[in-house]
Each structure stands twice: as structure tokens, then as C-alpha cells.
T-cell receptor, first 114, second 112 residues
Framework: ETGVTQSPTHLIKTRGQQVTLRCSSQSGHNTVSWYQQALGQGPQFIFQYYREEENGRGNFPPRFSGLQFPNYSSELNVNALELDDSALYLC?????????????FGPGTRLTVL | KQEVTQIPAALSVPEGENLVLNCSFTDSAIYNLQWFRQDPGKGLTSLLLIQSSQREQTSGRLNASLDKSSGRSTLYIAASQPGDSATYLCAAINQAGTALIFGKGTTLSVSS
């Protein structure tokens, strides 16, 4: 069974640029959630995708957007990067309703905005 | 709005001690509660999930309890080892079953 994978592992961008982060869900999971974790803080919920539709969103501006593909992998896009976007971005996959409410996290993508 | 608080923020213990990490949440209408471990710069590893209808879960040396009425959960670690050193995060999942709301974590250091 393959776990949750994310790419790239590290990324450096400058303010104003755009970035795309990728996540492959664990085999059999149809739901992907994205979280932002600033240094020294707990992760904060960005949004969740279930069967290719957005299924909940946290308190993040519209420049944070996402996609989920038919194979349940997902992308997080951030436009007009700001310095405060520097963080560890985590994705988690799950399969709610199948006795699998547990969310399984990937290793994260470390984004640095200069 | 759900808020999750973890006390203490940091904890240092000698190897072999039993210890308790505390988590409190403001809204008792949670779907379930999950405990995670995070090593520095890494992703999260799920330790235990407690459904809202349950009162505790056990896995090896770990035991997590949930008291919805008081808005509290505890993670008990028996016979701590240096390999237990990490940050422990608790998260309440909302009734919609979508978002995990995290505390800031407790950073545990176990010395040999």
C-alpha cells in the first residue's frame, strides 16, 4: 500500500510569483485535504476535495485554489505569493464513511517566499 | 468557532517516566479527535483516533481518552523512551467531517 506523497519537497519563490504543489493520495482514498503549517504553529485547514469537488474551505483567501483529479491526486495553487505564505504545506488523504475517518498525512512541501 | 489548546507547550522527562499530555477544545460537538506525532520538519503520523461515541483508544504504550462533556482529551505515554521525543498534536474534526482543527502541540524531549 502506497502512502501519501507530495512534490516537491522544498521550493523557493519570490513575492508575487505563483506556485503549484502536488499530492498523491493513499491507495483507495477519495478525499484530499490541504493544510498550512507556519513555524511553531499547528496546521491550519485550507480546503478539502472529495471526488473532484471542493468539500469545505478554511479561512484562506481566493488566491489559494485547488484541484482534484479522477485518480484522486490533488494540486494546491497559490497566486501572488506573499512572505507570510512561507510554511510547510501538508496534504492528507482519507476515505470517510468507509470506516476510515483517520487522515493520513504526507511528508509536506516546505515553501520559502523571499 | 472551535479552538484547541494543548498544555504544556514543552515537556522534558527522563527515560522511563509515564507522562500525560493534555488537549482541550471549546466546542463539544466534535465528530472525532485525533492525536498525531510530528518529528522536526516532517509530516504528521497518526497515533490514535477516538470517535465521538468512544471514551478511549489504546495502541501499545499509548492511551488516549476523550471527555466531550468537559472538552478534554489526554494522551498517556507509558515508560517513555528517547525515541518518543517529538511534537505531539491533537486535532478535533468538525461535525461536517472535513476540517481538522489543531492545537499548537506539545514538544516532548525524553533524555536517556
Amino acid at each position: 500500500e502506497t502512502g501519501v506523497t507530495q512534490s516537491p519537497t522544498h521550493l523557493i519563490k519570490t513575492r508575487g510569483q505563483q506556485v503549484t504543489l502536488r499530492c498523491s493520495s493513499q491507495s483507495g482514498h477519495n478525499t484530499v485535504s490541504w493544510y498550512q503549517q507556519a513555524l511553531g504553529q499547528g496546521p491550519q485547514f485550507i480546503f478539502q476535495y472529495y471526488r473532484e469537488e471542493e468539500n469545505g474551505r478554511g479561512n484562506f483567501p481566493p488566491r489559494f485554489s485547488g484541484l482534484q483529479f479522477p485518480n484522486y491526486s490533488s494540486e494546491l495553487n497559490v497566486n501572488a505569493l506573499e512572505l507570510d505564505d512561507s510554511a510547510l504545506y501538508l496534504c492528507a488523504s482519507s476515505s470517510p464513511g468507509a470506516g476510515g475517518d483517520t487522515q493520513y498525512f504526507g511528508p509536506g512541501t516546505r515553501l520559502t517566499v523571499l | 468557532k472551535q479552538e484547541v489548546t494543548q498544555i504544556p507547550a514543552a515537556l522534558s522527562v527522563p527515560e522511563g517516566e509515564n507522562l500525560v499530555l493534555n488537549c482541550s477544545f471549546t466546542d463539544s460537538a466534535i465528530y472525532n479527535l485525533q492525536w498525531f506525532r510530528q518529528d522536526p520538519g516532517k509530516g504528521l503520523t497518526s497515533l490514535l483516533l477516538i470517535q465521538s461515541s468512544q471514551r478511549e483508544q489504546t495502541s501499545g504504550r499509548l492511551n488516549a481518552s476523550l471527555d466531550k462533556s468537559s472538552g478534554r482529551s489526554t494522551l498517556y505515554i507509558a515508560a517513555s523512551q528517547p525515541g518518543d521525543s517529538a511534537t505531539y498534536l491533537c486535532a478535533a474534526i468538525n461535525q461536517a467531517g472535513t476540517a481538522l482543527i489543531f492545537g499548537k502541540g506539545t514538544t516532548l524531549s525524553v533524555s536517556s
